[in-house]
T-cell receptor, first 114, second 112 residues
Framework: DSGVTQTPKHLITATGQRVTLRCSPR?????VYWYQQSLDQGLQFLIQ???????AKGNILERFSAQQFPDLHSELNLSSLELGDSALYFC?????????????FGSGTRLTVV | QQQVKQSPQSLIVQKGGISIINCAYE??????FPWYQQFPGKGPALLIA?????SEKKEGRFTISFNKSAKQFSLHIMDSQPGDSATYFC???????????FGAGTRLAVHP
C-alpha cells in the first residue's frame, strides 16, 4: 500500500456520461497530481493541486475538471465521455517542498467507456 | 513543451544480463532525474533518482548514469531477473512546482 488511495479501481460507463474519480493523498502530502495513461502510452500530466489551489495544468481537456478539498482529497471529473477517454487515471501526491520531487502514486482507476 | 525522450520502447534480456534504458532531456534547468517502475495493474513506484551534481548513483542492482554535457541519463539493471519484468519510466521536473514529465516508457521482459 503506497498510502495514496484511489477509488474506484474500475469504472465502466457509456459514452456521453460523467464520472468522478477520487484520490486521497498520502498523509502529510499537500500536492496532488493527476495523470492519464492510455493503452501502451506513457503518463500524460493532467493537472496539479497544492493545498486546495490549482498549481499547474497540462493537456487536460475542457471536458475534464478537478478540485482539491480542504481535507486535501482530490476529485477528477470527466464529462461527455468519449471512447478515447478509456484509460488508466493515476493520482500521485508529494510533500512538494523545494527540491523534493518524490511522488507516490496510487494504484489507479481503470476507466472503460463503451 | 519540454520533453524527456526515452528509448528503447521495449527490451528483452536474458536472466543474468544487463538491461540498459536511456533518456534524453532538453531543459538544462532540470535538477532531479528519477526512474519509476510499474508492474501491470499497479501505479508507478519510485525506483532510484539522481541529481546532476553526481555522475552515477547505485542502489543494489540498479544504477543511474548521468551525462550532463550530453543531457542524457540511463538506467542500468545488472544481473537482470524475471521479477524485474516491468515498464520503466524516466522523468524530470518541468515548469516548476515539482511537476514531473515522464518519458514514454520501456517495457522490459527478462526471460529465464
Amino acid at each position: 500500500d503506497s498510502g495514496v488511495t484511489q477509488t474506484p479501481k474500475h469504472l465502466i460507463t457509456a459514452t456521453g456520461q460523467r464520472v468522478t474519480l477520487r484520490c486521497s493523498p498520502r498523509s502529510g502530502d499537500l500536492s496532488v497530481y493527476w495523470y492519464q495513461q492510455s493503452l501502451d502510452q506513457g503518463l500524460q500530466f493532467l493537472i496539479q493541486y497544492y493545498n486546495g489551489e490549482e498549481r499547474a495544468k497540462g493537456n487536460i481537456l475542457e471536458r475534464f475538471s478537478a478540485q482539491q478539498f480542504p481535507d486535501l482529497h482530490s476529485e477528477l471529473n470527466l464529462s461527455s465521455l468519449e471512447l478515447g477517454d478509456s484509460a488508466l487515471y493515476f493520482c500521485a501526491s508529494s510533500v512538494d517542498r523545494a527540491g523534493n520531487y518524490g511522488y507516490t502514486f496510487g494504484s489507479g482507476t481503470r476507466l472503460t467507456v463503451v | 513543451q519540454q520533453q524527456v525522450k526515452q528509448s528503447p520502447q521495449s527490451l528483452i534480456v536474458q536472466k543474468g544480463g544487463i538491461s540498459i534504458i536511456n533518456c534524453a532531456y532538453e531543459n538544462t534547468a532540470f535538477d532531479y532525474f528519477p526512474w519509476y517502475q510499474q508492474f501491470p495493474g499497479k501505479g508507478p513506484a519510485l525506483l532510484i533518482a539522481i541529481r546532476p551534481d553526481v555522475s552515477e548513483k547505485k542502489e543494489g542492482r540498479f544504477t543511474i548514469s548521468f551525462n550532463k554535457s550530453a543531457k542524457q541519463f540511463s538506467l542500468h539493471i545488472m544481473d537482470s531477473q524475471p521479477g524485474d519484468s516491468a515498464t520503466y519510466f524516466c522523468a524530470a521536473p518541468s515548469g516548476g512546482y515539482n511537476k514531473l514529465i515522464f518519458g514514454a516508457g520501456t517495457r522490459l521482459a527478462v526471460h529465464p
